[in-house]
């Protein structure tokens, strides 16, 4: 992706593009940014349920729903588009935004997590490192879903992740 392809997209010339944007990775954090605020919007979005537990399993149904429909923008999340740590190491300045990905929707997942615990739906005793667990088992299901369609997937392997590694219990 180059500064020229993307003012070729919308429509304006090259250097107008830097009145907006400083650079490639200005406009690659740009764009991670609005697809994690899409994400969260999605996870928001899921309703308010009586037990808590249900409400965290409709979180994570909506997170790897987006993943399923999505699969371009969620790949812009993850560095399949963008590797952000070499962005950092030439734009250092952009340390607190980076910092700052993506944790809108793990607040989100751990606020979930720790409504379970809260109300005795989990037996998580830190809500912060279980939901990073269950974010890494979120993000293998999706991306393995991608990356080999024609495994048979157990039909209940969903719903197993979820409740294992967010230590749910009945």
Known sequence: MTLRAV?????ISAPAIYQHFPDR???LLAVTQRVFAELGHE???????????DHL????????????QWPNRYRILFGAVWDASQALKHAPDLADDLAALGME?????????ADCAEAGRSTSSDPHADTAALWVGLHGLAQLRVAAPLFPWPPH?????IDRLSLLRD
Do not use: K, M, W
């Open 43 to 53: 996870l928001r979005e899921v309703g308010d349920h009586s037990d808590p537990a």
């Open 7 to 11: 003012a070729r997209e919308v429509g």
């Open 157 to 161: 392997l969903q719903s197993s992740v």
């Open 57 to 68: 399993r409709a979180v994570c149904t909506a997170y790897l729903a987006f993943a399923e």
């Open 25 to 27: 990775d200005g406009i």
């Open 105 to 113: 929707t793990f607040n989100i997942l751990r606020q979930a997590v």
